[in-house]
């Protein structure tokens, strides 16, 4: 069945606000050569300060509209409506027995992620030309992206050997869900690479990342659009995945609507 001009215009527009950043990700069964373009950190061998390293960041997710996220600015600001939403909700725990101050609505999960953003030159190995492309990583011992840190505490360097990543062949929806993905990451020996010429993507600012001041979040995560009644309801129950950073610190929510 077709839509009218305004219904079709709105259709997408809704797409373009879905859009995500171009995070480069694994298809099922996929198998990819992966080269670091800069190191985790400033100490480290390989370290060039006109590039930077990659971007570790606390990020809070709109759970409803998932494709909006702040990075956290309780640190620099004092305050962050991502961290609001937490103490207003509460934390959310997806299974298991629910303690005092958790819940288990995905729809209000504002629990932090913590990440980090890591350029790196991805060679399909399928004759196509190696491309420059940004992997979102959570951060977190329990992630496959543990052993880039690893890699860092091991050697003191990332970026001096080719890293193969594959993902295993669960298509979620189809022979599995979530759960059952699975990821694999192996370096290689170390070997000689010019990354001259790459262009560095810029992992500290949009599109990778959104650095929103205070006063533009709550506009910006589109609050009063996602709950309704002042926060009593979620528009749909898009779910978002599990955060495994620990609890924000307490604090009266300081969220008005």
Request: net charge negative; charged share 30%; with cysteine.
């Amino acid at each position: 069945m077709g839509l009218g001009l305004s219904a079709f215009q709105q259709q997408e527009e809704k797409r373009t606000e879905r859009a995500e950043p171009p995070y480069f990700k694994l298809e099922p069964g996929q198998k990819v050569k992966i080269r670091p373009l800069v190191e985790l950190d400033e100490d480290a061998d390989g370290f060039d300060p006109e590039r930077k390293t990659a971007n570790f960041v606390k990020e809070y997710v709109n759970p409803v509209k998932f494709w909006l996220s702040i990075v956290d600015t309780y640190p620099t600001e004092g305050q962050c409506v991502g961290f609001e939403m937490t103490q207003k909700f509460g934390w959310f725990k997806g299974q298991g027995e629910l303690k005092d101050g958790q819940h288990s609505d995905k729809t209000k999960n504002w629990n932090p992620k913590t990440r980090f953003y890591l350029p790196v030159v991805v060679d399909r190995m399928d004759g196509s030309e190696p491309t420059a492309e940004v992997l979102q990583l959570t951060y977190g011992e329990r992630s496959w992206a543990w052993r880039f840190i690893e890699q860092h505490s091991a050697k003191n360097t990332i970026v001096d050997r080719w890293f193969i990543w594959g993902r295993n062949n669960v298509e979620v929806g189809k022979n599995g869900g979530i759960q059952d993905v699975a990821y694999t990451l192996v370096p290689d020996d170390p070997s000689e690479f010019d990354v001259s010429e790459f262009e560095l993507p810029d992992v500290f600012d949009a599109p990778y990342v959104n650095n929103v001041p205070y006063d533009q979040q709550h506009d910006f995560l589109q609050i009063d659009q996602t709950y309704n009644k002042g926060g009593q309801g979620a528009e749909s129950s898009a779910p978002s995945e599990q955060s495994e950073s620990a609890p924000a610190d307490s604090g009266s929510s300081r969220i008005k609507w």
